[in-house]
Nanobody, 116 residues
Framework: QVQLVESGGGLVQPGGSLRLSCAAS????????VGWFRQAPGKERERILC????????YYLDSAEGRFTASRNNTKDTVYLQMDSLKPEDTAIYYC?????????RGQGTQVDVSS
């Protein structure tokens, strides 16, 4: 089955960290740039960053730079989003996609809640 699945979300206190995973099945994720996006309740979707096929990260969300880091494990067809120094305003559903424009294959999202 061809799909993309995000995981790793949860409840974390402000200042804490989470590592999200974006796992591909049925296709090779290393062939694609991978975009990370998020959408908070009542707000528009935000593009966080794009991890290129050369493993360079292009940041689109200023608040993510310096706190969020993307990486790949090609043997597992998985891309990660390491999120540090989390803030309550990072609370959202986080998605990955097989491009950086929200037009590729996408997962169902994983919920991140940052709260004390």
């Amino acid at each position: 089955q061809v799909q993309l699945v995000e995981s790793g979300g949860g409840l974390v206190q402000p200042g804490g960290s989470l590592r999200l995973s974006c796992a591909a099945s049925g296709f090779r994720l290393d062939y694609y740039a991978v975009g990370w996006f998020r959408q908070a309740p009542g707000k528009e979707r935000e593009r966080i960053l794009c991890l290129t096929t050369y493993d360079n990260s292009i940041y689109y969300l200023d608040s993510a730079e310096g706190r969020f880091t993307a990486s790949r494990n090609n043997t597992k067809d998985t891309v990660y989003l390491q999120m540090d120094s989390l803030k309550p305003e990072d609370t959202a559903i986080y998605y990955c996609a097989t491009d950086c424009q929200w037009s590729g294959r996408r997962g169902q999202g994983t919920q991140v809640d940052v709260s004390s």
